[in-house]
């Protein structure tokens, strides 16, 4: 049985195409969101990469914070779930996933069947999001996939105070003003978000082993930040933009294998 998944972000589509719930046969990651042309696109592109049509597939379930417009899926599945979903099938020992994506940030507890028990979420404050890295990206031209590797070459991490992205965002214009290395303001940059979010974190019992998803778990700098922030290692697959349409696509084989 052929299943689809769609995670239709903030910033970014993703879609999977599975079989039987286990193999990925092909999937897509296209930089837009909600309200752009990149789901539709990245739809078409996941089903070339899998060599499969949209006729091929027995169901299709969405997810993300756009799934509610998409009209062309079969189920509509919270991201808590489809998250909890892909890390488990990635991760079977994962208990704690930490999801940081484009807009928003999330802890998610699942119990040792991999289904959510508990979770929080900051959804109200870029800060501790991929947004706050988004912007500070884009006022020191470094794309943020190169984050990670200023952060290898920091010596002396800066200090970011401000706890509102666009106080921040002075902040950093301020401290490349006053010549402060960019490893170090970048390190900085990432350690805020880590530390924003790792607090979130540790109002929920953090259970071992624990796995990052969302686009800044490609961030090695904010990942090892984190891992320093809850004192615990955090396990990492290349796939993790993408649990949430891997998590898509189970969700909608387990229903139709009922
Ligand atoms: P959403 O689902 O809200 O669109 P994602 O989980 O797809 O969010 O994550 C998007 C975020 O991931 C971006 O804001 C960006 O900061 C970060 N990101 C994406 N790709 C990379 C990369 N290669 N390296 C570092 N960070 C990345």
Redesign the pocket.
């Known amino acids: 049985m052929i299943t689809f998944g769609i995670?239709?972000?903030?910033?970014?589509?993703?879609c999977v195409v599975m079989e039987d719930g286990q193999n990925i046969l092909g999937s897509s990651?296209l930089v837009g969101?909600i309200g752009t042309k990149s789901p539709e696109l990245a739809v078409s592109q996941a089903l070339e990469a899998a060599g499969v049509t949209w006729d091929d597939l027995t169901a299709t379930a969405a997810t993300?914070?756009g799934r509610n417009r998409y009209e062309g899926a079969d189920y509509n599945v919270s991201?808590l779930s489809c998250h909890g979903l892909g890390a488990h099938h990635t991760f079977p020992t994962v208990r704690t996933i930490i999801?940081?994506?484009?807009?928003?940030a999330k802890v998610i507890s699942l119990d040792e069947k991999g289904r959510m028990h508990n979770f929080l979420m900051n959804d109200k404050c870029a800060a501790g999001?991929?947004?706050f890295?988004?912007v500070m990206?884009n006022i020191l031209v470094v794309?943020?996939?190169e984050?990670?590797s200023y952060c290898e070459k920091a010596n002396n991490p800066a200090q970011i105070s401000s706890t509102c992205t666009v106080f921040a965002e002075s902040e950093v214009i301020s401290q490349l003003a006053n010549g402060v290395e960019m490893e170090d303001l970048i390190a900085g940059i990432c350690s805020s978000v880590a530390v924003r979010v790792g607090n979130l974190a540790k109002r929920i019992n953090i259970v071992p082993d624990v796995c990052m998803?969302?686009?800044?778990?490609?961030?090695a700098g904010?990942r090892n930040a984190l891992s320093q922030s809850i004192g615990q290692p955090i396990l990492f697959s290349p796939q993790a933009?993408l649990f949430?349409a891997i998590g898509a696509a189970l969700y909608a084989y387990q229903k139709e294998a009922k």
């Open positions: 995670d239709i972000g903030s910033t970014t589509s993703k990651l969101g993300g914070y991201e999801d940081i994506g484009g807009q928003d999001t991929g947004r890295l988004d990206a794309p943020v996939d984050f990670a998803s969302g686009g800044v778990a490609q961030n904010v933009q949430g």
